[in-house]
């Protein structure tokens, strides 16, 4: 079983399902293909017909879930500390 998952920038999303080379459209579970539209996120995951397949797939998608948490903590840091540089570097009014 072959996966595609996209977000589109404007918030759309879809998803299709494949062969496991790719070469055999199965369905479209969700959404509608957005053409011209910039794909903000993307996954694509490929796992045997089975369920020893299911179970590594979920695993891995577990791991992925866990990674992207721990950078998405890390950009809301970076974006506090560049707030907080910001309004410690700016003058007070003089109003």
Not at 5 to 24: I, L, M, P
Not at 82 to 92: F, H, I, L, N
């Amino acid at each position: 079983m072959r996966l595609v998952f996209k977000q589109y920038a404007n918030g759309g999303s879809s998803a299709v399902e494949t062969s496991n080379d790719g070469g055999s459209f199965v369905k479209q579970p969700a959404g509608n293909r957005e053409v011209g539209q910039r794909i903000s996120a993307y996954l694509e995951v490929t796992c045997d017909d089975n369920a020893k397949g299911a179970d590594g797939l979920l695993e891995g998608l577990s791991w992925l879930s866990e990674e992207m948490g721990r950078r998405k903590q890390t950009f809301a840091d970076a974006s506090a500390r560049k707030r907080s540089k910001r309004g410690a570097t700016s003058r007070p009014s003089t109003r």
